[in-house]
C-alpha cells in the first residue's frame, strides 16, 4: 500500500479541491482561499499561486518578519457519485511568506514551509513527518486517475461488474468482516452494484452497493509505472473477473 507521505503528497499534487486556512481570515469567502494551482518544491515546501489581492496575499505581506501559520486542506472527492463520496483530506501545515519575482504580474506566489502533514482517507488515519513528506513520491497515475475511473465506468462498466465474482477469492480483496459470509456465492447477488472508486499504481478500490455498501480492493501482481502496465495490470484484472 502506499505510504502516508506518499499519499498527503500525492494530494497535495492532485486536482482536488485546496482551501489555505490563515488565523484571522474566517471571513474570507471559501473561494477566496483556494488557490489557482499548487506545487512542491525540492526541499518539500509547498508554493500556492493566488491572485495578488487574495485576503492570504495581504496577510502574508503584513506578516512581514513574524511567522504567519497556515493550513492547507485538500479534500479528495470521488470523480463517480457513489455514496459517502468524500473519499479522504490532507492537513498540511506550517508557516507562510511571500515569494516575489515567481509569478506573472497581477499574481502573488505564497511559500508554506511544511511543519507536520497528515491524512485520513481510504486507507486510514496518520501523520507525516516534513522529512518524509519531502521524499515522498507521487502516484504515477494521479494525474489521470479521475479521467482513468470515470472511463472504465461508462465504456467497460460490464467488466467492472464482474468483479463481484471475485469477491472473497483474491487475497488482495478487503471485505470488512460484518459483510462476510460462509458462501461466498451467497455474497454476490444481483442486488450488488460495483462503481470504481480509486485507482493507484498498487491496484483498483471498488465500491459495491445496494442492500449493502462495502469497498473491496484488487491489487495489482506487480505496481505499475505508467498507463501502458496499468493497461496490461486491468486486462488481467479483468480476465481473472471473466473466468
Same mark, same amino acid.
Given at each position: 500500500?502506499?505510504?502516508?507521505?506518499?499519499?498527503?503528497?500525492?494530494?497535495?499534487?492532485?486536482?482536488?479541491?485546496?482551501?489555505?486556512?490563515?488565523?484571522?481570515?474566517?471571513?474570507?469567502?471559501?473561494?477566496?482561499?483556494?488557490?489557482?494551482?499548487?506545487?512542491?518544491?525540492?526541499?518539500?515546501?509547498?508554493?500556492?499561486?493566488?491572485?495578488?489581492?487574495?485576503?492570504?496575499?495581504?496577510?502574508?505581506?503584513?506578516?512581514?518578519?513574524?511567522?504567519?501559520?497556515?493550513?492547507?486542506?485538500?479534500?479528495?472527492?470521488?470523480?463517480?457519485?457513489?455514496?459517502?463520496?468524500?473519499?479522504?483530506?490532507? !492537513?498540511?501545515?506550517? !508557516?507562510?511568506?511571500?515569494?516575489?519575482?515567481?509569478?506573472?504580474?497581477?499574481?502573488?506566489?505564497?511559500?508554506?514551509?511544511?511543519?507536520?502533514?497528515?491524512?485520513?482517507?481510504? !486507507?486510514?488515519?496518520?501523520?507525516?513527518?516534513?522529512?518524509?513528506?519531502?521524499?515522498?513520491?507521487?502516484?504515477?497515475?494521479?494525474?489521470?486517475?479521475?479521467?482513468?475511473?470515470? /472511463?472504465?465506468?461508462?465504456? /467497460?462498466?460490464?467488466?467492472?461488474?464482474?468483479?463481484?465474482?471475485?469477491?472473497?477469492?483474491?487475497?488482495?480483496?478487503?471485505?470488512?468482516?460484518?459483510?462476510?459470509?460462509?458462501?461466498?456465492?451467497?455474497?454476490?447477488?444481483?442486488?450488488?452494484?460495483?462503481?470504481?472508486?480509486?485507482?493507484?499504481?498498487?491496484?483498483?478500490?471498488?465500491?459495491?452497493?445496494?442492500?449493502?455498501?462495502?469497498?473491496?480492493?484488487?491489487?495489482?501482481?506487480?505496481?505499475?509505472?505508467?498507463?501502458?502496465?496499468?493497461?496490461?495490470?486491468? /486486462?488481467?484484472?479483468?480476465?481473472?473477473?471473466?473466468?
Amino acid at each position: 500500500m502506499p505510504s502516508a507521505a506518499e499519499r498527503t503528497r500525492t494530494l497535495v499534487q492532485s486536482t482536488c479541491s485546496a482551501l489555505l486556512l490563515v488565523p484571522g481570515l474566517e471571513s474570507a469567502r471559501p473561494e477566496q482561499l483556494m488557490p489557482q494551482a499548487r506545487v512542491v518544491g525540492t526541499d518539500g515546501e509547498v508554493f500556492l499561486l493566488f491572485p495578488a489581492d487574495a485576503p492570504t496575499v495581504r496577510a502574508a505581506t503584513h506578516a512581514q518578519d513574524d511567522e504567519l501559520s497556515a493550513v492547507l486542506e485538500i479534500t479528495d472527492v470521488a470523480p463517480i457519485s457513489v455514496p459517502q463520496r468524500i473519499r479522504g483530506r490532507a !492537513w498540511v501545515s506550517g !508557516w507562510l511568506t511571500c515569494v516575489p519575482d515567481l509569478a506573472e504580474p497581477g499574481s502573488m506566489m505564497l511559500r508554506l514551509e511544511v511543519g507536520e502533514a497528515s491524512v485520513d482517507d481510504l !486507507w486510514g488515519a496518520e501523520s507525516v513527518d516534513p522529512e518524509a513528506f519531502a521524499n515522498a513520491s507521487v502516484d504515477p497515475l494521479v494525474a489521470h486517475e479521475a479521467e482513468l475511473l470515470q /472511463h472504465l465506468h461508462a465504456a /467497460h462498466d460490464d467488466q467492472v461488474q464482474a468483479l463481484c465474482g471475485l469477491l472473497g477469492e483474491r487475497s488482495g480483496t478487503v471485505v470488512p468482516p460484518a459483510e462476510r459470509r460462509a458462501d461466498a456465492q451467497e455474497a454476490v447477488t444481483p442486488r450488488l452494484r460495483a462503481v470504481p472508486l480509486a485507482l493507484d499504481r498498487f491496484g483498483l478500490r471498488v465500491r459495491f452497493t445496494g442492500e449493502r455498501c462495502f469497498d473491496a480492493r484488487f491489487d495489482f501482481p506487480t505496481p505499475v509505472r505508467d498507463i501502458t502496465e496499468l493497461r496490461r495490470a486491468m /486486462h488481467t484484472l479483468f480476465g481473472a473477473a471473466s473466468h
